[in-house]
């Protein structure tokens, strides 16, 4: 069975700096696909940033970036130039690549960012 | 273009009455996923349905737990005999297609407290 694991369960960051939130996952599989979910207080899972295992080119998104090493299995998630609206829950989450009914994600225990103004 | 509605987005229950969780996916998508979320806890998937069919629901409960996805109107995840382990955040998901790589979209979630 696939596990996502978040090592960090909080990490805070000033406002402006630069801050690395680390996931690490295990999993047979060679194509699968790996999601950063930012979840705030409201409690909406966001969409933060994706990634294609079979892609070498590390996913951007504006001020999100990850580095992927898929022999490492390691799935981090830099966020730059910090933001207060950045503070949330930041999840981790695994899907395999082939459907075949078992479509679900596989999430980390996620990490508190803290942002301090 | 509304996104994923669940209600109600508080449900309290009291130990041994129904929970009945709603959730409209989004318009044009025909496959929904339930998760729960229990605190200090990820999300952890419980099942996946389209309209009519259950097509896995390997992280469902075996007994108390039933879900379903009926041709018309919302996905319904139903909880029986509620217990205080069942107190949990429970989201549902929409995708347009099952095998899409875009991680769904979410509803804001109904936060279950069995008292």
């Known amino acids: 069975a696939q596990t996502v694991t978040q090592s960090q369960p909080e990490m805070s960051v000033q406002e402006a700096e630069t801050v690395t939130l680390s996931c690490t996952y295990d999993?047979?599989?060679?194509?699968?696909?790996l999601f950063w979910y930012k979840q705030p207080p409201s409690r909406q899972m966001i969409l933060v940033i994706r990634?294609?295992?079979?892609?070498?080119q590390n996913a951007t998104e504006n001020r999100f970036s990850v580095n992927f090493q898929k022999a490492a299995k390691s799935f981090s998630l830099k966020i730059s130039d910090s933001q207060l609206g950045d503070a949330a829950m930041y999840f981790c989450?695994?899907?395999?690549?082939?459907?075949?009914?078992?479509?679900?994600?596989?999430f980390g225990k996620g990490t508190h960012l803290i942002i301090q103004p | 273009n509304a996104g994923v509605m669940q209600n109600p987005r508080h449900l309290v229950r009291r130990r041994g009455q129904e929970a009945r969780l709603r959730c409209s996916p989004m318009?044009?998508?025909?496959?929904v996923y339930w998760y729960r979320q229990l605190p200090e806890e990820g999300l952890k998937f419980m099942v996946y349905?389209?309209?009519?069919?259950?097509?896995?629901e390997s992280g469902m409960p075996k007994e108390r737990f039933s879900a379903e996805f009926p041709k018309e109107g919302p996905s319904i995840l139903r909880i029986q005999q509620v217990v205080r382990g069942d107190s949990a955040a429970y989201f549902c998901?929409?995708?347009?297609?099952?095998?899409?790589?875009?991680?769904?979209?979410f509803g804001s979630g109904t936060r279950l407290t069995v008292v």
């Open positions: 349905l389209q309209k009519e069919n259950i097509i896995d």
């Open positions: 989450a695994y899907r395999r690549l082939s459907g075949g009914g078992a479509d679900g994600l596989t």
């Open positions: 998901a929409s995708s347009a297609q099952g095998a899409t790589n875009y991680g769904y979209t």
């Open positions: 318009k044009g998508h025909s496959h």
């Open positions: 999993t047979s599989e060679s194509d699968y696909y």
């Open positions: 990634q294609e295992a079979y892609k070498q």
